[in-house]
């Protein structure tokens, strides 16, 4: 079992940036697969980034090329770097780990584990 702790959002204008973190509890933290989601009532629950035990990773069409997810397994911590933000970024944005090897697809009925999120708030 694994507990979840995101931190560092916040609100910001369009065309800034942002680091999300999320600390992870379990000492096999570099076992499970880990992924960003967000969530807003009109889109619901979407995967945003993911990335495998071996550093793999993947990204939603919507965000590639502007976010950064990246992992440090000493630390058991799980980052998210947000530049060029828009406000339809706008969202509460979840970390969540899973055991599926299919983690990559980013579907949030695979991932098991899951923090209590962090909104951010992008204004134009």
């Known amino acids: 079992q694994v507990q979840l702790v995101e931190s560092g959002g916040g609100s910001v204008q369009a065309g800034g940036s942002l680091r999300l973190s999320c600390e992870a509890s379990?000492?096999?933290?570099?076992?499970?697969?880990m992924g960003w989601f967000r969530q807003t009532p009109e889109r619901g629950r979407e995967g945003v980034a993911a990335?495998?035990?071996?550093?793999?990773?993947n990204y939603a069409s919507s965000v590639k090329g502007r976010f950064t997810i990246s992992r440090d397994n000493a630390k058991n911590m799980l980052y998210l770097q947000m530049n060029t933000l828009q406000p339809e970024d706008t969202a509460m944005y979840y970390c969540?780990?899973?055991?599926?090897?299919?983690?990559?697809?980013?579907?949030?009925?695979?991932?098991?584990?899951w923090g209590q999120g962090t909104q951010v708030t992008v204004s134009s």
């Open positions: 969540a780990a899973s055991t599926s090897r299919y983690y990559y697809q980013m579907v949030a009925s695979g991932y098991r584990y």
């Open positions: 990335i495998g035990r071996d550093g793999s990773t």
């Open positions: 379990a000492s096999t933290y570099s076992n499970y697969y």
